[in-house]
């Protein structure tokens, strides 16, 4: 994914975070104040990551990973809705995007079955704690964790009243705001994993998130049906309404069929979907690129 290049004063600014580099685009015409809003953004990703990691000792999620079965545990207010958004999308995607691992794979609902996964943690939103059904179970937001802090990022950038931006998370995550004047969007390249000099989409964002997920560093996404590792695709890419979901339907789609996808996106028509499927001989021909929903609707170009 790529970067904006216009004519206009766009101001550009990145930070490390979530092992990632994250930037962030900007039109405004005062670049210290532009400067100003995304240190701030910045500070609430860095916030987010505190909260989020479970690489973190004292993050919610490290504390959740210590609890035993039906010991409540208090959780902030961004850790509660990231993990209520992952489990909405597990139930949307029967299962194929699960952020609990550690549980054998017959405890929950095979891709035949059609059924819901069933989900391995309670959330009260009355008091805001959560509870493990059983153990040993640990959550890992790897999965969502990227689009959420972009989401969050770019309610605060409202907050400063920047409407025209740009936020990517490390290239595999990227949030549109409003256009800049003049365009219909952010321009935003889709490119093959194995050949970068092969576009695939070439989208304008506005108002709408776009993440991808493959296996450029290994069979490291694991499908939670089987509890092994995902093989039958290259990549995949997911573009909905807001980041969170993008992030976490990339991952889903690389571990559901095609079938499943185009009968997702039929039930969820603001979503994009397309997946490269991985010949057994590693060598990926032009009718594996396989696209799922409205690509046609003026807002991007293959």
Same mark, same amino acid.
């Given at each position: 994914?790529?970067?904006?290049?216009? +004519?206009?004063?766009?101001?550009?600014?990145?930070?490390?975070?979530? @092992?990632?580099?994250?930037?962030?685009?900007?039109?405004?015409?005062?670049? !210290?104040?532009?400067?100003?809003?995304?240190?701030?953004?910045?500070?609430?990703?860095?916030?987010?990551?505190?909260?989020?990691?479970?690489?973190?000792?004292?993050?919610?999620?490290?504390?959740?990973?210590?609890?035993?079965?039906?010991?409540?545990?208090?959780?902030?207010?961004?850790?509660?809705?990231? *993990?209520?958004?992952?489990? !909405?999308?597990?139930?949307?995607?029967?299962?194929?995007?699960?952020?609990?691992?550690?549980?054998?794979?017959?405890?929950?609902?095979?891709?035949?079955?059609?059924?819901? !996964?069933?989900?391995?943690?309670?959330?009260?939103?009355?008091?805001?704690?959560?509870?493990?059904?059983?153990?040993?179970?640990?959550?890992?937001?790897?999965?969502?964790?990227?689009?959420?802090?972009?989401?969050?990022?770019?309610?605060?950038?409202?907050?400063?009243?920047?409407?025209? @931006? #740009?936020?990517?998370?490390?290239?595999?995550?990227? *949030?549109?705001?409003?256009?800049?004047?003049?365009?219909?969007?952010?321009?935003?390249?889709?490119?093959?994993?194995?050949?970068?000099?092969?576009? #695939?989409?070439? *989208?304008?964002?506005?108002?709408?998130?776009?993440?991808?997920?493959?296996? +450029?560093?290994?069979?490291?996404?694991?499908?939670?049906?089987?509890?092994?590792?995902?093989?039958?695709?290259?990549?995949?890419?997911?573009? @909905?309404?807001?980041?969170?979901?993008?992030?976490?339907?990339?991952?889903?789609?690389?571990?559901?069929?095609?079938?499943?996808?185009?009968?997702?996106?039929?039930?969820?028509?603001?979503? #994009?979907?397309?997946?490269?499927?991985?010949?057994?001989?590693?060598?990926?021909?032009?009718?594996?690129? #396989?696209?799922?929903?409205?690509?046609?609707?003026?807002?991007?170009?293959?």
């Amino acid at each position: 994914m790529t970067g904006p290049n216009f +004519q206009f004063p766009i101001h550009r600014f990145s930070h490390q975070a979530m @092992a990632a580099t994250f930037e962030i685009f900007i039109q405004h015409d005062d670049a !210290r104040y532009a400067q100003q809003a995304a240190n701030a953004a910045f500070g609430e990703l860095d916030r987010l990551e505190a909260e989020l990691s479970r690489f973190i000792e004292n993050s919610d999620i490290s504390r959740i990973n210590r609890l035993a079965a039906g010991q409540p545990l208090q959780i902030g207010l961004d850790t509660f809705e990231c *993990l209520k958004a992952s489990q !909405r999308i597990c139930a949307e995607t029967c299962g194929a995007f699960d952020v609990t691992f550690g549980t054998p794979p017959s405890a929950g609902a095979s891709p035949q079955s059609g059924g819901p !996964r069933r989900g391995f943690i309670k959330l009260n939103e009355a008091d805001y704690t959560v509870q493990l059904l059983i153990s040993p179970v640990q959550i890992d937001l790897g999965g969502i964790g990227k689009g959420y802090a972009l989401d969050q990022m770019a309610e605060l950038l409202h907050d400063w009243s920047i409407d025209i @931006a #740009l936020i990517n998370g490390g290239f595999s995550s990227v *949030l549109a705001l409003d256009a800049p004047a003049g365009t219909k969007g952010w321009p935003v390249t889709l490119s093959n994993p194995a050949n970068r000099k092969q576009t #695939l989409a070439y *989208l304008y964002l506005k108002g709408r998130a776009v993440s991808g997920s493959g296996l +450029q560093k290994g069979p490291h996404i694991i499908n939670p049906h089987t509890g092994k590792p995902v093989e039958s695709k290259q990549a995949a890419w997911a573009c @909905a309404a807001d980041a969170a979901t993008a992030d976490a339907l990339s991952t889903a789609f690389m571990v559901m069929s095609p079938d499943q996808i185009k009968r997702y996106c039929s039930r969820h028509p603001q979503v #994009l979907a397309m997946i490269i499927l991985k010949d057994v001989d590693k060598h990926i021909e032009k009718d594996k690129i #396989l696209r799922f929903g409205p690509w046609d609707d003026g807002k991007c170009k293959i």
